[in-house]
């Protein structure tokens, strides 16, 4: 019997993703009793605010429960499965009140008084539009941002206009800037980098441009330079080699030149400067 309740208790923290504050189970004394037990026997973690995880939970969740909060920022965009950066992963949280201490050095607290509290049934994340306005106001370079802003628009999980709407305090100016820069034509993170080192550039460009024949490409500058950007996941194959090839030949017959970056040229920032090295040569022969 004592096994028993044992299982159940477990299997109501599972059903909180993992992690949950005791108090929300509603537990009577044995229930309360029997989870004590749990965690001196290893089976329940113990964690501030009276908060209990099975071994294994991921620390953004735990983190959320203990300041009954949502996860924000890159570790939701994370959990949405947009693409992020590889870096070291601070926790955001976004957390309904003033005066919280961070329990962990890697983790911030964003105050936002409307936030309601979420369910202990619920996983403890922003919804995407306010994700990524927080997103885009407190990160310190626009690239992870954006990244995330381009695949949420891509999908169609949000709009310029919702996440517009919803930047307001501190940040906001810039951050309104930064999402000028987005695109809902982007397809990869390639794309949200490339993109941003032409703009930096100074470079005018289209981007998610259909040519006759051909299909999109990603990029189109000058009305006649196709950039076409290869990341490993989908050109590593000697049959994607050749279809690739076999793709640059059919733009050149329609007057267009092709220009191929690898992840390694974009991800150095090598695209603005080659591609007005591009232009410039190109400019120099027009001269001849």
Known sequence: MGRRIDQDLLELVRGCYGAVRLRDLDLDR????????????GELNEHPHGVVSIPGTDQALILARIHGGLVTCQHAAMYYGYPHPRRRQVVHLAVPHGGGVPIVKDEVLHVDRSLLPPSPTEYPVAPIPSMLARYLRCDP????????????????????????????????????????????????????????????????????????????????????????????????????????????????????????????????????????????????????
């Open 141 to 288: 370079n626009r690239e992870a941002p954006l990244m995330a802003c381009d695949a949420a628009l891509h999908q169609g999980h949000t709009s310029v206009e919702t996440i517009a709407a919803l930047l307001r305090g501190p940040g906001s100016r810039q951050a309104k800037h930064r999402l000028t820069l987005a695109s809902p034509r982007a397809r990869s993170p390639l794309e949200t980098l490339a993109r941003l080192q032409l703009h930096d550039a100074g470079i005018p460009f289209v981007d998610g441009v259909n040519i006759p024949r051909v299909g999109e490409v990603d990029l189109l500058v000058a009305g006649w330079l196709a950039l076409e950007l290869d990341g490993y996941t989908y050109h590593e194959d000697e049959f994607q080699f050749g279809l690739d090839r076999r793709r640059d030949r059919e733009p050149v017959r329609q007057g267009y030149r092709v220009a191929r970056f690898t992840r390694q040229d974009v991800e150095a920032g090598q695209v603005g400067e080659e591609i007005r090295g591009l232009l410039a040569a190109r400019r120099r022969l027009a001269g001849t």
């Open 30 to 41: 044995t229930g309360r009793r029997h989870a004590h037990k749990l965690i001196r026997a």
